[in-house]
């Protein structure tokens, strides 16, 4: 493991490892050692990520994208934010944003942990070789089919009491992907047509992450506001499968937003009001 000059706006420092399990075991490891808040550790290869949902990974191949671990360290249970895990879905949204403006109106956040870029309305072609884009672009606001909308990124926090780990792995620069992740997953490269290094995306996210752990603003907003602008499929109808901690069913209704908690607020036909879930999974590919 060794430690890469670069400027943590959570104040912590920043670790390399080539090649690890999970960042997260790493995260941990590093914590029970007393690393201080805002420690990260980032990978140029994991071969065990962990996903929300039991038998998912998150695999890379080495420098394709940026893996890393943040360590966040509150006082109590109490004093967590709410939705942190929301919270960082926003904050990678928009540091993608920031290092590649022509995302902006494209980067979605799918509930609760999934950071998408909707796709062009009309013919985006990638050049493998040389990371060019042609072809019109369409932004989600102008009316971007949201089922042509690819997974970019996912999110994983978890605490042991004592400190939250905050896991993400997004896609940098992979031009292609196996069959049957073509329709799902994309890249920035794939995205935007440019490359972008590691380092600034990282510095980018912290920067964010920093402003949103806690606060309750950002670019002017609530982070609500900010995140429903970005909320995957809301104002449509959707299926969602609610989880244990709910009913267990599959709900169909409007989604209308995002609960104070990060609850997900749907609208069910022939109800008056929203009803908040706190656990499930939106059902996009069938």
């Known amino acids: 493991m060794t430690t890469i000059p670069l400027e943590n706006a959570l104040g912590g420092p920043v670790y390399l490892v080539e090649r690890t399990g999970s960042t997260m075991d790493e995260g941990r490891a590093l914590a029970a050692a007393g690393a201080a808040d805002g420690t990260v550790v980032v990978a140029d290869v994991q071969i065990a990520g962990r996903g929300r949902i039991a038998g998912r990974t998150w695999t ?16 109590s249970i109490a004093a967590l934010p709410r939705a942190l895990t929301l919270r960082v879905g926003l904050a990678v949204a928009l540091a993608l944003e920031d290092v590649a403006p022509s995302l902006r109106g494209r980067v979605l956040v799918k509930w609760p942990n999934d950071i998408l870029v909707a796709g062009a309305a ?15 672009v369409t932004s989600a606001a102008e009316g971007t089919a949201p089922s042509r909308a690819r997974k970019i990124c996912g999110v994983l926090c978890e605490g042991d009491g004592k400190a939250v780990f905050v ?10 992907f196996p069959v049957e992740l073509e329709a799902k997953a994309t890249s920035l490269v794939r995205e935007a047509g440019t490359s972008v290094a590691r380092e600034d995306l990282l510095r980018a996210f912290l920067v964010r992450l920093a402003a949103l752990r806690d606060d309750r603003s950002a670019a002017g907003a609530s982070w609500r506001q900010s995140l429903e602008s970005r909320l995957f499929r809301r104002g449509e109808m959707v299926r969602f499968e609610a989880g244990a901690a709910d009913s267990g069913d599959l709900v169909e209704g409007v989604l209308a937003g995002i609960g104070e908690g990060g609850e997900l607020m749907l609208l069910v036909e022939g109800e008056t009001a929203p009803r908040a879930f706190v656990a499930g999974e939106l059902k996009v590919y069938g």
């Open 60 to 75: 890379a191949e080495a420098g394709m994208g940026l893996l890393c671990t943040t360590i966040l360290r509150y006082p």
């Open 167 to 176: 896991g993400v792995g997004i896609n940098l620069s992979q031009a292609s």
């Open 122 to 136: 009309t013919g985006m072609v990638t050049g493998a070789a040389t990371g060019t884009v042609t072809g019109t």
